[in-house]
């Protein structure tokens, strides 16, 4: 099995962030952060992971992260 690297290996023109190769990669970026910052997929590259802010909705228990990552069928 290849281990992909944990740090960033691209810039995201579309959501203007850095990527990730892993999902475990970018998590550890998101908890070097204490301001609720969370891993989620690129929506444009397949595979990649960005680094970014829990809605405020999220953080004040409006909602759940389920169901914030529920994929539009």
Do not use: F
């Not at 099995?1 to 810039?11: E, G, Y």
């Not at 892993?22 to 301001?35: E, Q, Y």
């Amino acid at each position: 099995m290849v281990k992909k690297p944990t740090s960033a290996v691209a810039w995201c023109e579309t959501h203007r962030k850095l990527m990730y190769p892993s999902r475990k990669g970018a998590r550890k970026v998101a908890r070097l952060h204490p301001d609720h910052k969370v891993a989620y997929e690129c929506s444009v590259q397949d595979g990649y992971y960005h680094v970014g802010h829990l809605p405020p909705a999220v953080v004040e228990g409006r909602i759940t992260r389920d169901r914030l990552v529920e994929k539009v069928s």
